[in-house]
């Protein structure tokens, strides 16, 4: 429940980010270049409850990978974008790491984690869009 009032408690940014933000494309990028799967981007702006604009989910297919994932992807958007996570959880248990900037959220999962969880379907009412490429 604490976890919750964190959430709560934090504000997003007046400023809206698209998929055109640099930010977010850092994200998508850091995951492609350590071979991130099944990328999806949901676009939670006209979702009232949403805690962040996007989130951006990926797949790795090993505790090694999903660590080399989230760790690219804060050190490009710190070294391009000049921005650190607000929070980041996971890195201890190795199934699920969460790295949170505010506006976007970024999910990094193993299969099972994922298959459980089922994000897309939780927050199916969002638009989501595929960046695997």
Not at 48 to 74: G, M, R, S, T, Y
Not at 85 to 99: D, N, S, T, V
Request: proline fraction near 5%; glycine fraction near 2%.
């Amino acid at each position: 429940m604490n976890n919750l009032k964190v959430l709560n408690s934090r504000k997003k940014s007046p400023a809206r980010l698209t998929k055109n933000s640099k930010i977010f494309k850092m994200i998508i990028h850091a995951i492609q270049e350590k071979k991130g799967e099944h990328i999806v981007s949901m676009d939670l702006r006209k979702i009232p409850e949403a805690v962040a604009d996007f989130f951006i989910i990926c797949q790795a297919n090993n505790p090694n990978q999903l660590k080399a994932i989230a760790d690219n992807i804060e050190e490009e958007v710190k070294e391009t974008c000049a921005e650190s996570p607000y929070k980041h959880e996971g890195r201890q248990a190795q199934q699920w790491i969460l790295i949170d900037y505010v506006n976007v959220v970024v999910h990094i999962m193993l299969p099972e984690p994922r298959k459980f969880y089922q994000l897309e379907e939780l927050w199916s009412d969002a638009p989501s869009t595929e960046h695997n490429g």
